[in-house]
């Protein structure tokens, strides 16, 4: 696949603004020994080891959409694996004005250079304990350049400015590390965590989260909005979106976990071309097409949020992010694979993030097949690519090979050569089978846990084929299946 889309253009009608300064608070006290971050090797600063957040209570109050401006209250609920003196988020957001633990203010201190805001609780948090940390902030979200896009793109918090006609509109696009732009939060793919999102705008904007809406509340001249996401969620994949959307409710399908329902809404911008809306009128179908070889959808609702700067698209939790030049039918269909691959299943680390990508490019070649097309055909022009753009073993040593062609297409022949190697029945078994086991406990997957996955599921000749797939630098040959 090419590199999907041009920013450039789009990033001037951002316009995006200056972060502000973020006033300093002393600490009373010498800090500790620094604490220890969570060593990413593509991302060496993001997290904290040893915290868990379990849970973000989030409430966001945009009062102009279409400028930069925002106000949040977050209480986090954190535990710990070790004993912590001191919790240290990642943010790199609006200026703090309040932070509270169990309730009671304790001292913090921001540094924007490491990005990161750091809490000094009462006493140490404890494994076996939980805490509530409670944060204020308002004024401008951080701006953090996408360290794999050339192109500007700013990760994170979106505006997009009134004109034309047209209402503002604020959005995220927060995949690797953006979420901490305006939410400070442990901001890592290994610390998934539940998200309860209320959203507060000027009355006439819709606000849209990830999770099951939880009600509307309309005062003075605001609505609030509330939305629940009980299973956990990478912070990456958090989706916010305010505009005067048009909201779609469509039937339940029923693919849930246990045959559940899930609920269908999609959100449409005013005036949006009927062409894309047609790129979303087979999601019930691609629902259950995909339901079929990874097993349950592993969330309670489903359906896309369209923007209109020119970006890339975005698999933001039960609310796939689509600006209007990504949306087909081919990335509606990848986007949904990530609810399964990338949400439920998550990279422990982002050198992993090929399973990810890999495993959604695979479900545009599955897809293709449903609707009669050549599947092989469709795999042999990823290898072509591959031949002639040249590729290295899937683990990304650096942030600009996070989402090359190697992620995506060799990521997706790997699926293709286990396929060939196992058939399609042994093949269906194990992706359900992949779901189930790594979307419970922690919800991650490594690199070697996968192919030790592998060789339990399918054998040691199966974990052989796929082991070159996954570290030898040269191309292996087209996998075949007929
Ligand atoms: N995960 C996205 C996809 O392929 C691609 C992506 C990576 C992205 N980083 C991003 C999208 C940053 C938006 C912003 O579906
Ligand atoms: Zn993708």
Same mark, same amino acid.
């Given at each position: 696949m090419r590199r999907p889309f041009s920013l450039a253009l789009s990033l001037l009608a951002l316009g995006l603004l200056t972060a502000a300064p973020v006033p300093a608070q002393p600490a009373p006290r010498a800090p500790a020994a620094p604490a220890e971050t969570l060593r990413d090797p593509l991302f060496p600063g993001l997290g904290q080891a040893g915290l868990d957040v379990r849970h973000y209570d989030l409430h966001l109050t945009v009062s102009e959409p279409g400028t930069r401006a925002v106000r949040g209250v977050v209480t986090l609920t954190l535990a710990s694996t070790r004993p912590l003196a001191q919790v240290r988020l990642d943010f790199l957001g609006p200026g703090v004005t309040a932070v509270r633990w169990n309730d009671r203010a304790v001292p913090f201190r921001v540094d924007e250079r490491a990005a990161k805001l750091t809490v000094t609780p009462p006493a140490p948090l404890r494994p076996g304990t939980a805490a509530r940390l409670t944060v204020e902030y308002a004024g401008t979200p951080g701006e953090r350049a996408d360290p794999d896009f050339p192109t500007p793109l700013l990760l994170g918090w979106q505006a997009v400015p009134a004109g034309d006609g047209r209402a503002g509109a604020i959005f995220l696009l927060s995949e690797p590390n953006g979420t901490h732009t305006f939410l400070p939060s442990n901001d890592h793919p290994s610390d998934k965590a539940t998200f309860i999102t209320r959203v507060t705008v000027p009355r006439g904007y819709v606000a849209a989260a990830s999770g099951v809406e939880a009600g509307r509340v309309d005062a003075g001249g605001t609505s609030t909005f509330t939305f =629940?996401?009980?299973?956990?969620? %990478?912070?990456? *994949?958090?989706?916010?979106f305010v505009d005067r959307f048009e909201r779609v409710d469509g039937a339940a399908v029923p693919v849930g976990v246990g045959g559940r329902a899930v609920a269908r809404r999609d959100y449409f911008p005013p005036?949006?071309?009927?062409?894309?809306?047609?790129? !979303?009128? /087979?999601?019930?179908?691609?629902? /259950?097409?995909? *339901?079929?070889? !990874?097993?349950?959808? %592993? !969330?309670?609702?489903?359906?896309?949020?369209?923007?209109? %700067?020119? #970006?890339?698209? #975005?698999?933001?939790?039960?609310? =796939?992010t689509l600006p209007l030049n990504m949306s087909t039918?081919?990335? *509606?269909v990848h986007e949904l694979a990530h609810q399964w691959f990338g949400n439920a299943v998550t990279p422990a680390q982002w050198p992993d993030v090929w399973l990810s990508e890999g495993l959604a490019a695979y479900a545009e070649l599955l897809w293709t097949e449903h609707l009669g097309g050549d599947g092989q055909a469709y795999a042999a022009r990823w290898h072509a690519n591959l031949t002639r753009a040249g590729t290295r073993p899937l683990a990304a040593t650096r942030t600009g090979e996070l989402f090359d062609l190697t992620t995506y297409q060799r990521g997706a022949l790997t699926f293709h050569a286990l396929r060939a190697e196992i058939g399609d029945a042994a093949f269906r078994d194990f992706? /359900? *089978?992949?779901?189930? /086991?790594?979307?419970?406990? %922690?919800?991650?997957? =490594?690199?070697?846990? !996968?192919?030790?996955f592998v060789r339990e599921r399918a054998g040691a000749g199966a974990e052989g084929a796929v082991r070159r797939w996954v570290e030898e630098r040269a191309l292996p040959p087209l996998p075949v299946v007929r």
């Open positions: =629940s996401q009980r299973e956990p969620i %990478p912070t990456y *994949a958090l989706g916010v005036g949006v071309p009927g062409t894309v809306r047609e790129a !979303f009128g /087979r999601t019930d179908e691609a629902l /259950r097409v995909l *339901a079929e070889w !990874f097993g349950p959808y %592993p !969330f309670a609702a489903y359906g896309v949020a369209v923007v209109t %700067p020119r #970006l890339p698209a #975005l698999e933001t939790a039960t609310l =796939s039918e081919r990335v *509606a992706l /359900r *089978a992949y779901v189930t /086991r790594f979307s419970a406990g %922690p919800g991650t997957v =490594s690199t070697p846990a !996968f192919l030790a």
